[in-house]
Structures are given as structure tokens and as C-alpha cells.
């Protein structure tokens, strides 16, 4: 099949990869961009592990084709924050021990990261709510409400 020259901006950094116009976000990211933070779990739309920003909106890249996302701005976990300046959430995740194999941990930020942006102060079940599209087979649910409470209430 045939591919093309797609403009992507991730991160707030622009590119220009080879694309066939069937071919997920998921695949051009970790595979063209080598931005491997976003994990290939079911790969149907069932886990989240690849949950990313696409102008703002959390999506799952597993089923988002990347010629859809054309000039439009991405955010990946690795646009979140850096080694030296973790995103208060990524710290947040740090102390309250919100990951074990850390599988699940990049699209668990970018569902509570998009939370966190659109709701300040969530509730427990706002929490659960906004998280119950990222699953997580070493079961942190509750460390990861605990780290998105502490973010939420350091910005009281
Ligand atoms: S890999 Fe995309 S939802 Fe599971
Ligand atoms: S920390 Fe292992 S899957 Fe969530």
C-alpha cells in the first residue's frame, strides 16, 4: 500500500512521517516517533494503556487512524513532563505508589491529567468515572485515586 507524508505535531513539536492511510495513531507513534511511552495493550479499545490527547480529548490511539489527526495537536506521556520536571500528577503517582509493572501508568496519567484539567476538584466518583476507560491488571486503582486526590488538593 502506498504511503504519504503526514504532518503531525506531538508534543508541541512538529514531524513529518510516512503513513498508509490505514494505520492506527498507536503505530506511527511508537513506531515512526519512537514515543514507546504509549503501550499497545488489547489493541481494541478495551484497556486505555494507549490513551492520548488528540486536541485535547482523551482518545484511544489503538483505534484513532493517524491520517485523521493531521495538524492537530497530540500530547503524549512523554509530553507530560520531563526526568527533571515531572507533571504533578507523575510525582503525585510516584508517592503514592499508583503503579507496579507500570504498564498501565502513561494512559492512567493522560485520563487523570485530562481529569484533572477539566475538573479541579474531582470527586471519588468523578474519579472513578473518569478513570474506568484505563484498566489496570496489577490493580492500583486506589493509589491512583489517592495521587489524583493529592494533586487535586495541593491546588485548593
Ligand atoms: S491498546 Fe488501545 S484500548 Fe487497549
Ligand atoms: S501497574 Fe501494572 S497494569 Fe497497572
Redesign the pocket.
Known amino acids: 500500500m502506498a504511503s504519504r507524508q503526514l504532518r503531525l505535531i506531538v508534543n508541541g513539536e512538529e514531524h513529518s512521517v510516512p503513513c498508509v492511510d490505514s494505520e492506527t495513531l498507536l503505530t506511527v507513534l511508537r513506531e515512526r516517533l519512537q514515543l514507546t511511552g504509549t503501550k499497545l495493550g488489547c489493541g481494541r479499545g478495551e484497556c486505555g494503556a494507549c490513551t492520548v490527547l488528540v486536541d485535547g480529548r482523551l482518545a484511544y490511539s489503538c483505534l484513532t487512524l493517524a491520517a485523521g489527526c493531521e495538524s492537530t495537536p497530540i500530547t503524549t506521556v512523554e509530553g507530560l513532563g520531563s526526568a527533571q520536571a515531572l507533571h504533578p500528577l507523575q510525582q503525585a503517582f510516584i508517592e503514592h505508589d499508583a503503579?507496579?509493572?507500570?504498564?498501565?501508568?502513561p494512559g492512567?496519567l493522560m485520563a487523570g491529567v485530562a481529569l484533572l484539567r477539566d475538573t479541579a476538584h474531582p470527586t471519588p466518583t468523578q474519579i472513578r468515572v473518569a478513570m474506568s476507560g484505563n484498566l489496570?491488571?496489577?490493580g492500583?486503582y486506589a493509589a491512583i485515586e489517592r495521587a489524583i486526590c493529592a494533586v487535586a488538593e495541593r491546588s485548593a
Open positions: 503503579l507496579q509493572c507500570g504498564f498501565c501508568t492512567q489496570c491488571r496489577c492500583t
